[in-house]
T-cell receptor, first 117, second 113 residues
Framework: NAGVTQTPKFRVLKTGQSMTLLCAQD?????MYWYRQDPGMGLRLIHYSVGEGTTAKGEVPDGYNVSRLKKQNFLLGLESAAPSQTSVYFC????????????????FGNGTRLTVT | DAKTTQPPSMDCAEGRAANLPCNHS???????VYWYRQIHSQGPQYIIHGLKNNETNEMASLIITEDRKSSTLILPHATLRDTAVYYCIVRVARGSTLGRLYFGRGTQLTVWP
């Protein structure tokens, strides 16, 4: 049981380049999330998904796109990277927000450190 | 979600209990208190959560005051590996707000030998 796995762990991009961050979870969680963490800012929600084939915007969605084609995977895309997107990106997953497991915690991956020059 | 207030830093001797306070004076009746920690360069790790009653698991204990306006996370026998930033989060457990966690700045706990 690996939990939440993020790839790659590190990446350096030039301004304008594109890339996709992959998140995979093996806990059969319905909900998945992408956060970014910047110094002094805490974690901010970028996009999230409440099930296969569904996505929704979080607090800071601009410049990012996501897809949830399979329940276990949640992809975060940067179409045209900007220096402001230099950050540490965390993926998380959880059970649904309703029902008997509605107060279940989030499980996080170990992050992708992205630098845009 | 209610905001929380935590001291920016604390330290503790190895083997002693670490008591981390959190104020959440605007907490609503249906909001849970969650604690996470983040060890340097890793993702946040869930520790414990509670609503009204005190809770204990293999990692820690959570003490919530009767008025629910504050809580304390207790690590009973701190080790060097417990050095991390600890986040106290208050949020509604159900509904679409799940996942929209406000982590704030947390408390940097340093455990010294």
């Amino acid at each position: 049981n690996a939990g939440v796995t993020q790839t790659p762990k590190f990446r350096v991009l030039k301004t304008g380049q594109s890339m996709t961050l992959l998140c995979a979870q093996d806990m059969n969680h319905e909900y998945m999330y992408w956060y970014r963490q910047d110094p002094g800012m805490g974690l901010r929600l970028i996009h999230y998904s409440v099930g296969e084939g569904t996505t929704a915007k979080g607090e800071v969605p601009d410049g990012y796109n996501v897809s949830r084609l399979k329940k276990q995977n949640f992809l975060l895309g940067l179409e045209s990277a900007a220096p402001s997107q230099t950050s540490v990106y965390f993926c998380a997953s959880s059970y649904p927000g309703t029902g008997v497991r509605s107060n279940s915690p989030l499980h996080f991956g170990n992050g992708t450190r992205l630098t845009v020059t | 979600d209610a905001k929380t207030t935590q001291p920016p830093s604390m330290d503790c001797a190895e083997g002693r209990a670490a008591n981390l306070p959190c104020n959440h004076s605007t907490i609503s009746g249906n909001e849970y208190v969650y604690w996470y920690r983040q060890i340097h360069s890793q993702g946040p790790q869930y520790i414990i959560h509670g609503l009204k009653n005190n809770e204990t698991n293999e990692m820690a204990s959570l003490i919530i005051t009767e008025d629910r306006k504050s809580s304390t996370l207790i690590l009973p026998h701190a080790t060097l590996r417990d050095t991390a930033v600890y986040y106290c989060i208050v949020r509604v457990a159900r509904g679409s707000t799940l996942g929209r966690l406000y982590f704030g700045r947390g408390t940097q706990l340093t455990v010294w030998p």
